[in-house]
């Protein structure tokens, strides 16, 4: 016994004296150890067909046909990387893609040699942002994992074709179609589409921090949901979408999954509406069909519509909660339809005395849901958000369609708006996606003190 009880102790001091030599070895290193690369893909010739381990960073891959993450594989991208597609061809994901651009070294989705268009003014039809250069990133119904951070997605959205059309006939610059999977976007820029340039069937989301911007041609949403599609959507800028910025819906579940609901909370949302010809279509923030959520803390500039909670097929009214959101408008038709009209659109939104201006002050004594009104030409142009530089009111020259890219406006608050400190926290993210800086969602960004996505903290909205 005393020999084992020698042993024992001997062997205490020598893993003691073992750490306290190799003081690398302490409780943070293990967050450093070196990774070993999955299956390196060389940047050397052309990508097509079946793909699988890990794009380098800092490396350009070319595409000369569509590609194909299997089952079971994933297609990891590390930061810095530059997906070149030299045609309308698309990536299929039937497993996983982690793509983990950063800050410094932003990754990039695009079609080789095409040049931005950004004129005001500019003829639609011959804009290569609503063209569909290349298909865009296509999940399977079996991708259970979608994770984009950090990166550009430009110039996507063309028609689908071989391998990604089995996958999905209707093609969209990023496409989520899981019911039970997680996909995260968060801190990255989508330029251009013909149609939605996202658009989720399900599963459980997390979108923040991102640039929407100039996406589609004669419809299309920020970020069109459905089919039972749970999380978040917050701090994201959407400016000069065809149709609204976010939009859900609970169309398409499937049996035993839980019915759509989004927190839209903090977003900047400016100039959207205004390339959806439809009658009653078009705005800023949409629940449709059986769909629910909340929609707090919101800045609404110039946009066609304000919020609408449609009546036909009806929301899930009874599981929606809104207000504390900001409107403004330059015109007395913008700002006739801040609490839209039934006549004019199939929506029953709820004016709310948090909402700022307070609605008491433009509807008419008497007012019903959904009664036709007159906003006083006071309102036009008053209730200034104060945005550091952007173009409210409009410039001379230009009209409502003209404001469709951030380019280089600074969308945040100065420190004498009127939304500094005027933001509900008194609700949180759903957080249906796991915090994680790989796996899943960096940081649940909580509800914002301040209005919109750019907050005087600095928390919020980062590039």
Known sequence: MKNSNFIVRCLIVIVVLFFACNKKLDHKSLYQAIVPIASPISDTGCLSGAIKGTMLAGKTYRVCGNIIVNKGDTLTIQEGVNVNFTGNYGLGVKGSLICLGTREHSNWFTMSGVIKTDQAGADPSKDP??????TGIIADTSCYLMIIKWTHIDFGGGASTGTVATISKNSYPLLFQNPYGIFVLEDSWLYGSVDDPLRVLGGKIAVFRNTFEKSGYT???AMNAKAGTIGDFAYN??????????KLSNSGAITGVPGSNVRMYNNTIVNCGFRRAAAGRGGSINFEQDAGGMAYNNIIVNCKFGLRIVQNPIADTARTRYGYNFYY??????????IPSLPVSTAISQPQVTDIPKPSTYLPAGWKTGDVYTAPAALNGANDPQFIDAPVPLPAGYNLRDVVIAGSYNFGLKLTSPCIGAGYTG???????????RYGVTELTPPGIDLGAFQSSGKGMQH
């Open 329 to 338: 408008g330059d015109s007395t038709f913008v700002c006739s339809q801040f």
């Open 427 to 437: 609700f949180s993210a759903r957080g249906d996606v796991p915090i994680d800086p």
């Open 129 to 134: 942002a609503y063209a569909g250069k290349w």
């Open 219 to 221: 419809g299309g949403e």
């Open 237 to 246: 800028l959407c400016i000069g979408i065809a149709t609204n910025g976010p």
